[in-house]
């Protein structure tokens, strides 16, 4: 099991962890700042640096039991299991992941209606809602930028499942039904405008996604609208 330092702190760019397995053209360490794909958001890329050698880190998924893996580029010279290194992802790419990340979270409290799907990269996102209305562009427009400008705080909180079972009324303003049975769930808060359960990384608040345009809607079925949203900077 991988110690997910990104977890509780987003913003942390690297970090100094041991190797504890080898794979084929992966890494695994006790400790990482790389995010592994999931929920809809690519996996970390970076590198990853010892006594004055490095190997980049082109991909992060998951492996069996909790193990975080950093996919190797081509040839790479490996570390030693035991050996110290540093784990440092690029953060020009992760920051623009969690300004698309948080943006789909505003965008999902914009539409009011089901989430079906949903895809991050750090120049073009996507969500899918579960609606036969249009969508009224320059109105969502809108509402996204004066959600940006309010500069909303952002939080991640865990709640036990006892706790949620005492505040139901915490579940009717979630669009996604948390995933009980773990013990514990981890919430995303934008505060006074979105609670639902998230394992991804975002931005401490609205403020900083900073430029985001809504761009091309599709019709993906009688009841599936697609909203693309881009970030130009
Ligand atoms: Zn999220």
Known sequence: MTDDLFRNDAYARDCTAAVTAVRDAALVLDRTVFYPMGGGQPGDTGRIEWDGQSVSVVDTRYGEAGEILHLLGPDPVMPAVGQEVRA?????????HMRMHTA???????????????????????????MEDTVDKAAAQAA?????????????????????????EL???????????????RLLEIEGVDLQPCGGTH????????Q????KVEKKGRR???????LDD
């Open 88 to 96: 440092v992802i690029d953060w020009d790419r992760r920051h623009r």
């Open 104 to 130: 789909l979270h505003l965008l999902g409290a914009v539409l009011p209606y089901g989430v079906t799907g949903g895809n991050i990269s750090a120049a073009k996102s996507r969500l899918d809602f579960d």
């Open 144 to 168: 996204l930028d004066a959600l940006v400008a309010a500069d909303h705080p952002v939080r991640c909180r865990w709640i036990s499942d006892e706790e949620l079972d005492r505040q139901p």
């Open 171 to 185: 579940v009717r303003t979630m669009s996604v039904q948390p995933p009980r049975g773990q013990g514990r769930v």
């Open 203 to 210: 931005l401490a608040s609205t403020g900083e996604v900073g």
């Open 212 to 215: 985001v345009r809504i761009g």
């Open 224 to 230: 599936n609208r697609r909203v693309n949203i881009h």
